[in-house]
């Protein structure tokens, strides 16, 4: 009897150990109840007990944020898709005798990854990779890995193929550079017709653009402390950090390390046991962004890549559609970086929208600016105002005033003396600036914009020590004189090439001169920057671009009563014919 009593006594919990566990539990409820659902947030699925599958992905198609799918225009003259279909004979690589098989492939400078199968040497993928390239023949090199989860992944085989005509293979085997092995890929080319709008892979499409402009730099270099995008994942020194969450990669195990947002990337950084872990993300490849689970306890974030997008970086998942995806868990709050993700790839769609516009925008200025030849004869006063509804010239939400006071001419007389195609003042004033190789196009009209436009080119001295000494420019002016010849609207656009962000702004300038007596008018000035695109510096370009025009109008002004003074001591304003005025009546 005393033997089973002490056994009872044993096995049977007190009641202070019952409090005990009751309590943990109870804790552990609360904890995963916050993690899961904070801030409200409950998947609808869940909610009505129809997501409980098991420890697979627990995904809620409702909180699902898909098709965020970009539309840049690229001049890539060809796109090769290569799927990725199947290997067979691998090496094994392992001590089981078997691989972890992965593929990279790499067509120029782009480099995709393939999804990684486990514990086989015949892997079957059925993954699309897509490249865009300017001509044929190219080479497409693939090479295939085994995974390791602490040491270096060792080489498998690699196979280099050459794509010389447009056209498609099949279905063909080739052999890898290793003891055995085979791959089998399919691969076809397409040619694109000029300025064909498209999704391409990898750091395609927007991030091309901004890797063109800083190239067009030269030597010039932006004096900015780098941070971890740059340091860890060399990307454009204008990317910062707009949020960073603890999180771990799934892979074999969950790796823990960090993860970075920009304004263009999702990156993830880890370090465990010395194996570096480093994937880049761009925003226009991602698909969806769904909210899933790992372990079932375990809140997690799923990316899921378009098709044809492949991995960066590391082995992503596969999955049966095609689609390659990266899963991130053990996030502090999972929910607040589902919406922070979710908030950034909407805010990367719309940015490619509004890039679009003001692409389109500015091809349109510079298009109704160069064109030649067409009428400058005076329209004749008595004809009626048209109902075109004409396109804004600049911003005019980005202007400041900078200036209001009297001028001494007439508006009519600031045409005719300084803005005229006869006029020399704009050499003067160039020639005082220092400014070189200046070339002043011919006044016209177009069918954009009322009045007229000219293009005028030159180089310009860089005083900011983050310039170059002196940076190419270009400047769009557009000039409108009302039917009664007392107002006068001139305003500017001022593109510079060779500066740090140079094709992310431009400077709008805008002048409005009102006749108030025979020889005198009131003329206010107003400037400022206009982004077309977000970069980092933009208070500090905005403020630089401002002071830099006020000096400018000092000047502009101080040569202008100079310019007037030697031109009307000599009476050529009255004895100047009116029907050399070039055509700027319209109305206002």
């Known amino acids: 009897m005393e033997m ?28 995963y109840w916050f993690f899961t659902y904070g801030n409200g947030e409950i998947d609808e699925s869940q909610a009505t007990g129809e997501g409980l599958i098991g420890a697979g992905d627990l995904i809620d198609d409702n909180v699902k944020m898909g098709q965020l799918k970009g539309d840049p225009q690229t001049n890539s003259a060809y796109v090769i898709k290569l799927e990725l279909l199947a290997a067979k004979n691998l090496i094994g690589a392992n001590l089981n005798g078997m691989s972890d098989p992965y593929a990279i492939i790499t067509c120029g400078e782009e480099k995709r990854f393939s999804s990684m199968v486990p514990g086989s040497r015949n892997p079957m993928w059925g993954e699309e990779f897509n490249f865009s390239v300017d001509d044929l023949p190219v080479k497409i090199n693939v090479t295939i890995y085994d995974w390791d989860i602490i040491w270096k992944s060792t080489i498998l085989g690699s196979v280099t193929v050459p794509v010389e005509t447009e056209g498609q293979t099949g279905a063909v085997w080739y052999s890898l550079d290793s003891t ?75 790796y823990h390390g960090r993860m970075y947002i920009s304004g263009w990337h999702i990156c993830f950084h880890s ?49 049966p559609d095609g689609r390659v995806r990266y899963k991130f868990a053990s996030f502090w709050n999972r929910n607040h970086a589902l919406r922070t993700l979710q908030r950034f790839a909407k805010n990367f769609h719309t940015m490619l929208e509004a890039e679009k516009k003001e692409n389109a925008e500015s091809e349109l200025r510079a298009h109704s600016s160069s064109i ?28 400041i005033s900078i200036y209001n006071d009297a001028f ?28 070189a190789n200046l070339v002043v196009g011919q006044w016209h009209a177009t069918d954009e914009y009322d009045g007229q436009v000219r293009e005028i080119t030159f180089r310009s001295l860089c005083t900011s020590p983050m310039c170059p000494p002196d940076t190419a420019m270009t400047e769009y002016q557009h000039a409108v004189l009302s039917p009664d010849k007392k107002v006068l609207v001139f305003e500017t ?32 000035i107003k400037a400022g ?53 070039p055509v700027l009546q319209d109305a206002l």
């Open 529 to 581: 920057a206009h982004f077309k695109k977000w970069c980092v510096m933009q208070s500090k370009i905005r403020s630089g671009a401002i002071n830099e025009y006020k000096k400018e109008v000092e000047t502009m002004l101080e040569v202008a009563r100079s310019y007037i003074k030697s031109k009307t001591s000599g009476g050529e304003i009255e004895d100047a014919p009116s029907s050399s005025s």
């Open 408 to 435: 001494p001419c007439t508006a009519e007389q600031f045409f005719n003396i300084l803005l005229h195609d006869d006029s020399n003042y704009i050499n003067e004033y160039r020639l005082a600036r220092k400014d």
């Open 271 to 319: 370090n465990v046991f010395s194996k570096q872990m480093k994937v880049i993300i761009p925003f226009q490849d991602i698909d969806e962004i769904r909210r899933s689970q790992h372990a079932f306890i375990n809140p997690a974030i799923t990316i899921i890549l378009r098709m044809g997008a492949g991995g960066h970086g590391v082995p992503p998942l596969g999955s």
């Open 372 to 399: 030649k030849g067409r009428s400058q004869a005076k329209i004749s006063e008595d004809s009626l105002p048209t109902a075109i509804e004409f396109q804004p010239f600049v911003k005019e939400e980005a202007l």
């Open 180 to 254: 055995s092995g085979q791959v089998c890929l399919h691969i076809k080319t397409i040619k694109l017709p000029v300025n064909f709008s498209r999704v391409l892979n990898g750091y395609s499409g927007a991030n091309t653009r901004r890797r063109m402009s800083s190239d067009k730099q030269g030597p010039t270099l932006v004096h900015q402390k780098p941070g971890p995008l740059q340091t860890i994942f060399n990307l454009h020194p204008d990317e910062v950090v707009e949020h960073s969450y603890s999180c771990a990669l799934e892979r074999s195990f969950l």
């Open 4 to 31: 089973i009593e002490e056994a009872l006594h044993f096995l049977v919990p007190t009641w202070w150990e019952v409090e005990i566990s009751v309590a943990a539990a109870v804790f552990v409820i609360i904890t």
């Open 493 to 524: 656009v001022q593109q510079a090439h060779d500066v740090p962000f140079g094709s992310h702004f431009e400077v709008h300038c805008k002048w409005r001169l009102e006749t108030n007596s025979e020889s005198s008018c009131t003329m206010e």
